[in-house]
């Protein structure tokens, strides 16, 4: 099986409705220990991918290129280049093509994960988005017993909201919330779980329950 440019589209339109839904979620979280705009931000800038998606013709590549170029416009903070950076090297690494195939996704972990860190100058531990993509990345790496796109993604959402969910134990270093040094421990990374939705709407999308 593989994922055609149609289900892309539709993995980001609707991963455009679950931030509109859970805005106030990960504004909340935000104000804990950020600014307090991750939410706004994130559904303001899929917003915009969404309507840049309305009349779109190109393959699958070009489609992370568009949401790419959509977030580091429209994105504020450090969220849309940190997400731009990681849609960038995903379309750079399936250039051209039609369809993802099962055997697509490692390479496009990777890239996304080696992305982040790069132009995050991030690194895992530190509370950050890096440490849902760099995990994501290194256990497809190791895994090559998935029967199927439907079990890969729900591997992916599933390994991504536990991720996610153990920023809480983490310490921030990076950005505003290392300010608050211990007192950021308890409190789950804004950007972990809006990449956790990330995968969990690719997972509504592909294989829903």
Known sequence: MEMDVKQMVAWFRHYADVLDDQKALLTELDAAIG????????????RAVKEGLHEFSGN?????MLVSKTLISKVGGASGP????AFLRMGMAVKGKDAIELS????LLQAASDGIAQRGKVSGGEKTMYDVWKPLSDGLMLRDD?????????????TAAAKAEETKELRATKGRA???GERSVGHPDPGAVSTSL????LQSTLAPD
């Open 35 to 46: 600014d307090g705009d991750h939410g706004a931000n994130m559904a303001r800038g899929w």
């Open 60 to 64: 699958v590549g070009d489609s992370f």
């Open 82 to 85: 940190l997400y731009g950076t």
């Open 104 to 107: 697509d996704w490692p390479k």
């Open 146 to 158: 998935f029967e199927g796109e439907q079990s890969l993604v729900r591997w992916l959402a599933q």
């Open 178 to 180: 290392a300010y608050l």
């Open 198 to 201: 990330l995968f969990k709407s």
